[in-house]
T-cell receptor
Framework: GPKVLQIPSHQIIDMGQMVTLNCDPV?????FYWYKQILGQQMEFLVN????????KSKLFKDQFSVERPDGSYFTLKIQPTALEDSAVYFC??????????????FGAGTRLSVL | DAKTTQPDSMESTEGETVHLPCSHA???????IYWYRQVPLQGPEYVTH???QNTTNSMAFLAIASDRKSSTLILPHVSLRDAAVYHC?????????????FGEGTKLTVSS
């Protein structure tokens, strides 16, 4: 199926520093998502994004989090400053939007974030 | 999104046909039934989805009850690569886009 690429696959960072996770979505997709998964736990929705704006965010999407997609390049999740509880795998997803078959979400392989 | 109920785990042997059930008694008329699977350290993989009619693709057959209150994902001739957690998720396709809400899913074990 369509591929979503996430860069890097693993990021190690000291607590308090800033980190940016990058996502290269499927080329013609219009809607973008971030999910968080702590090892051994469920996937949890963070935020979705369309047309330059956050559409919906969960309680997990703290004030230290921000998302953007400047000029149609990478869709990014920035955490500033990072905290120990931010350690998790972050998955990006994208979808075309619209009705029925058009609106399937496709996920990347994730970025493992380790905050020390 | 309405809730789904799935067994915590199922076991199978290579070559068998596996039936993964999902109950969604309070499904709304505009909710699609989506199935994703996830193996450790990887992102969820789309398997299939449907609204009312049974659907089939290269990965699976999705059987939807006539009242839409339950569905079954049928995996023919499973291999070791089919071992994963399978998630049944209800989602409204509303012309924009809607998030997926993941639950615990069913952990499928495949033995040789």
């Amino acid at each position: 199926g369509p591929k979503v690429l996430q860069i890097p696959s693993h990021q190690i960072i000291d607590m308090g520093q800033m980190v940016t996770l990058n996502c290269d979505p499927v080329s013609n997709h219009l809607y973008f998502y971030w999910y968080k998964q702590i090892l051994g736990q469920q996937m949890e929705f963070l935020v979705n994004f369309y047309n330059g704006k956050v559409m919906e965010k969960s309680k997990l999407f703290k004030d230290q989090f921000s998302v953007e997609r400047p000029d149609g390049s990478y869709f990014t999740l920035k955490i500033q400053p990072t905290a120990l509880e931010d350690s998790a795998v972050y998955f990006c997803a994208s979808s075309l939007g619209g009705w029925g078959d058009r609106d399937t979400l496709y996920f990347g392989a994730g970025t493992r974030l380790s905050v020390l | 999104d309405a809730k789904t109920t799935q067994p915590d785990s199922m076991e199978s042997t290579e070559g068998e046909t596996v039936h993964l059930p999902c109950s969604h008694a309070t499904i709304s008329g505009n909710e699609y039934i989506y199935w994703y699977r996830q193996v450790p350290l990887q992102g969820p993989e789309y398997v299939t989805h449907g609204l009312q009619q049974n659907t089939t693709n290269s990965m699976a057959f999705l059987a939807i009850a006539s009242d839409r209150k339950s569905s079954t994902l049928i995996l023919p001739h499973v291999s070791l690569r089919d071992a994963a957690v399978y998630h049944c998720i209800l989602r409204v396709n509303q012309g924009g886009s809607a998030k997926l809400i993941f639950g615990e899913g069913t952990k499928l074990t495949v033995s040789s």
